[in-house]
Every structure is written in structure tokens, then in C-alpha cells.
């Protein structure tokens, strides 16, 4: 008999999978597109290796290629700069030891995240985002690898409809977390912000402006007073043996 825990373990690895399943396809497209504009095989595996940012990966290469490396390094930290608050959402689930949380904050990602966070709190979520982060870091570099030596028969991923495979797994992953009616509403106000401001904004910045919806449900929920505990109502114990104060009940 398979005990639920073993079960839960069996169910996490069946959906990291599926995420992964794609991530090896976006990851082999990103090797082939890199080679294609230029960049060393050594320099591809290694920016997978080392800097392991997905989309920031694909901006850099396009940049690189067009001549403007510089422009490539600031879109890559402007873009990932989305990680800051993941880390400060996911706190102790990375692990209390320094090395756990600087090889958690490389592997980090928006499909990791969403992963861990899909998952309650404590020893199931620390579980969860390991899994998912190791899994999808081994995909992706597996991905870059197969990419590199295919050449041209992995193009854009745009072209293969895989470009939709992320957001729509995030969608599935996150759906449970907006049943609460404030984080459904922190979130379309962030989605609708970010829509707005992506046609006047860089690339990048209107990831961080919908921010700006989880952080007001922060501070609205810092600011809620504290609810009144409950008092403990006592049933009053049955008058026909009910002792009056002060007089002995009596034996006989």
C-alpha cells in the first residue's frame, strides 16, 4: 500500500514533468538560436549553466548579436529583477543553511516559484521547490545541450506555439491561490497594470509595476487589525446537580 506521502511525491514529480517536458523544447530552441547568431557552443552552455534566466537569455542573445552586449547585461538584470520578491515570498522554504539559499536563489524561476507557492507552507513547500528547481535546471541545460547539437532544426519556439507552454502552466499552478477574493483581485490589478504600461514601457519594467498589486494586499493585510479572539463559552452544568456556594453537597 502506498502511503500518502508517497503519493504526493509521485503526483509532484508527474506535473514538474510535464513543466520540464516543455522546458527541454525552449531550452533546445535558446541553444540553436544562439549558435545561429554567432555566440561560441562553449558560451552557450556555460550562460545556461551560470545564468539560467530563460527568457533574459534569448533578450541577451538578440542583443549580443545586434553589438550591444552591454544593453544585453542591463535588460538581463532588469528583467530578473522579478526575483527579488520571489525570494522574500519564499523565505525558509529554500532552507535555513547559507548554501541552500544562494543554490536556491540560482535556481530559482517563475515555474519553480509557482510551484513551491502552489503547496502549503513548511516541509511540503521546501520539498516542492527543490524538486521543481533541480528538475527544471537539469531540463533546461539538457534543452541547451540538444539545441547546441541540432543546429537548425530547432528554430524560435515562438513559431512552435511553445511560447504559450510557460504561461499557461503558471495559469494552472496558480489557479488554487486565487480562490482567496483578495489575492484575485491583487492579481487582475497587476495583470491590467501590466498590460496598460507594456506598449509605452521597456521590457521589463511592466513585469515590476504589477508588483504593485501584491504589494498593496501586503500592506492591507499588515494594516487589518488583528481579529478579536473567540471567547470560551462555558456551558452551565446541569441544575439537578448544581451545588450551591458555600454549602456542602451532601452524602447521604
Keep these: 500500500m502506498r502511503t500518502p506521502e508517497r503519493t504526493a511525491g509521485a503526483g509532484m ?6 513543466i520540464g517536458a516543455a522546458i527541454v523544447a525552449v531550452g533546445a530552441s535558446f541553444g540553436a538560436v544562439a549558435v545561429a547568431a554567432g555566440l ?4 552557450v552552455v556555460a550562460m545556461s549553466l551560470f545564468v539560467y534566466a530563460g527568457g533574459a537569455q534569448f533578450m541577451a542573445v538578440g542583443l549580443a548579436a545586434a553589438g550591444n552586449p552591454m544593453a544585453a547585461v542591463l535588460a538581463g538584470l532588469l528583467l530578473n529583477a522579478r526575483h527579488l520578491p520571489f525570494g522574500l ?3 525558509d522554504s529554500l532552507g535555513r543553511r547559507l548554501w541552500q539559499r544562494l543554490l536556491g536563489s540560482h535556481l530559482m524561476t517563475d515555474e519553480a516559484t509557482a510551484f ?22 537539469v531540463a533546461w541545460n539538457a534543452g541547451t545541450v540538444l539545441g547546441v547539437l541540432a543546429g537548425g532544426v530547432a ?6 506555439g511553445l511560447d504559450a507552454a510557460f504561461p499557461a502552466g503558471l495559469i494552472a499552478l496558480l489557479l488554487p ?12 490589478g497587476g495583470a491590467v497594470l501590466a498590460v496598460l504600461t507594456t506598449p509605452v514601457l521597456p521590457a521589463g519594467l511592466p ?35 448544581a451545588v450551591p456556594v458555600g454549602r456542602k453537597e451532601s452524602s447521604c
Design 155 to 160: 528554430g524560435d519556439p515562438a513559431t512552435l
Design 116 to 137: 513551491a507557492l502552489a503547496r502549503p507552507a513548511g516541509e511540503v513547500r521546501h520539498r516542492a521547490f527543490w524538486l521543481a528547481g533541480t528538475l527544471l535546471f
Design 40 to 43: 561560441p557552443v562553449w558560451a
Design 177 to 188: 491561490t486565487l480562490r482567496d477574493p483578495d489575492t484575485r483581485r491583487a492579481a487582475l
Design 89 to 91: 515570498t519564499l523565505g
Design 207 to 241: 513585469v515590476l509595476l504589477a508588483l504593485a498589486g501584491p504589494a498593496l494586499l501586503a500592506v492591507h493585510r499588515l494594516r487589518r487589525p488583528p481579529a478579536a479572539p473567540t471567547a470560551q463559552v462555558v456551558e452551565p452544568a446541569d441544575e439537578a446537580h
Design 13 to 18: 514529480l508527474r506535473d514538474v514533468a510535464a
